[in-house]
């Protein structure tokens, strides 16, 4: 099996949107969708957006894999990510799910990302 990877809000937002580099919109384009139910809620509770891009959003997550539950094993890891790291509980539910699930995360939140051990983050920004 390939790698996989799931996509944070900022991801989502910037290829849908057209922002990204041409490199990680060629990536974004090979991949299956996968979102964690923050990136799920994120998105569709975004402020000031037109109906044409809560559509593009809503069809977007029609086409993802969500990891809309927040399983034990999740959960004791979300734990261990706001204590150790001090991680808002969003961020630590995104990189739980990424490290249970064995995932590669495609954020731009570096900051808070490249400090959790275990979690495989990759920046499409970067150059």
Known sequence: MGKRYLMDS???VDFLGGKLPEKGKQL???INPEISIITFIEILSKKDISD???LK?????KSS???SEID???AEQTII???????????AIIAATAIVNKLILISRNEKDF???YKLDLINLWKK
Do not use: H, Q
């Open 57 to 61: 959003y809503s069809a977007f997550i």
């Open 52 to 54: 044409s891009e809560m």
């Open 28 to 30: 974004m384009l090979k």
């Open 81 to 91: 990510i706001r204590k150790k790291y001090g991680l808002k509980t969003p961020d």
């Open 10 to 12: 900022n991801a989502v």
């Open 65 to 67: 894999l969500i990891y």
């Open 72 to 74: 034990d094993e999740t």
């Open 114 to 116: 490249t400090r959790v």
